[in-house]
């Protein structure tokens, strides 16, 4: 089977419990919606194919406009 994508957000990334899960997807992409104007969001993400072992991205951040 393929790769699992799974998608978490934030507004306070040194806050680790303030991550939240925002979506499973089979696809390297994510379209979230509701996201306020002028804010600025963080995101990782995990993927997950052989062995189920997690492999982290490195935090990003969008601010939307």
Known sequence: SGANYEWFMTETPDDNNSWV?????????????????GKKYYFKVATSALNNVAIWSTVFFVIVV
Do not use: D, E
Not at 21 to 37: D, N, P
């Open 21 to 37: 899960r925002i979506g499973l997807t089979h696809q390297a992409r994510l379209l979230k919606s509701g996201l306020t104007s």
